[in-house]
């Protein structure tokens, strides 16, 4: 049998790092910490190996095309696809950044909802049988959904929306921002809580494709919040060390062989929440 693979992206810190840390200890195969910038990820590589785990690395920028191809081909040539995908990298603007709203909502969606949808384009052919697909979103995105239009939560927890559907409501958000019109649209003051609001929907929407066309696979594709943890994107006051943060992706990312649930849902703390 080939070796099996595991991939986290952002994995040079914080909870990305912690993941990529646990799967080390947890996963029977070769484990890749992923990092848009060489250096960063290098360092925590080493850091990782001072600790006497074994981390392998590679370049991924999930918001460059050519990076995304590059490593897509790279686990493809080297693995024959990929077993284990944490969808791990994302960003937030600080409560107190001053940055048009309208700046704000098109940076965030662009790396939490497009370009993690881009990965999950070139990545999701590539989960072998048996793959875990997990999509780091937030607690955030459900109290979003919560305060979204009648209308457009209807439409987030449909089960007949589409990828296409989606991705268009989520332009229309960062349109609709421009134009200073989103509360009127029925979107809430969040950009960040608008594209983890995307990143859960899309999880759902790829479970529901991949239990169609593959049927059986045996894949399991589930969004899911770390918590609030303490990194350099929540600041020193939350209540989660990193490694604490990592356990309910790394659970996950490692629901053992056979099982069929949780699927399509978003967890929190190990346990399926209401969307
Ligand atoms: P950090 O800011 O500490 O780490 C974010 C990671 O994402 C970094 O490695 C960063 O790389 C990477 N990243 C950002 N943009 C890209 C990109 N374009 N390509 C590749 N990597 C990128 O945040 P956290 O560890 O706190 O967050 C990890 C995930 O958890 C995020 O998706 C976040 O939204 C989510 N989350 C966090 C919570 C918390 O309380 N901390 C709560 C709920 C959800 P670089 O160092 O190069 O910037």
């Not at 049998?1 to 992206?9: E, F, H, N, W």
């Not at 250096?39 to 590589?45: I, K, N, P």
Request: hydrophobic content about 35%; charged content about 20%.
């Amino acid at each position: 049998m080939s070796t099996r693979v595991a991939v986290v992206t952002g994995g040079n810190k914080g909870i990305g790092k912690a993941i990529v840390q646990a799967l080390c200890k947890q996963f029977q195969g070769d484990v890749y910490l992923t990092a848009r910038d060489t250096g960063r990820g290098q360092d925590a590589v080493s850091s990782l190996s001072s600790e006497g785990l074994k981390v392998h690395f590679q370049q991924l920028d999930i918001n460059d095309h050519s990076s995304i191809n590059a490593a897509a081909a790279f686990f493809k040539d080297k693995y024959g696809g990929v077993d284990v995908l944490v969808n791990n990298a994302g960003i937030a603007f600080k409560g107190a950044d001053t940055t048009p709203f309208a700046i704000q909502a098109e940076v965030t969606l662009k790396t939490n909802y497009f370009a993690t949808l881009d990965v999950l384009t070139h990545f999701l052919p590539l989960v072998k049988a048996g793959g875990r697909v997990v999509n780091v979103s937030s607690f955030v995105s459900v109290r979003s959904l919560n305060k979204c239009s009648p209308q457009l939560q209807e439409r987030f927890r449909s089960e007949d929306i589409t990828e296409e559907e989606l991705t268009q409501l989520m332009q229309r958000f960062v349109d609709s921002t421009k134009k200073d019109q989103h509360k009127q649209d029925g979107w809430p003051e969040t950009a960040y809580g608008v594209s983890k609001i995307g990143v859960t929907t899309l999880s759902k929407i790829q479970a529901r494709r991949v239990s169609k066309e593959r049927p059986n696979d045996q894949i399991l594709v589930n969004a899911c919040c770390p918590g609030w943890v303490r990194t350099d994107m929540a600041g020193p006051k939350a209540p989660k060390s990193p490694e604490e943060g990592a356990v309910t992706p790394v659970y996950l990312a490692l629901l053992p062989a056979g099982a069929t649930e949780p699927h399509g849902e978003f967890v929190s703390d190990k346990v399926v929440q209401a969307w």
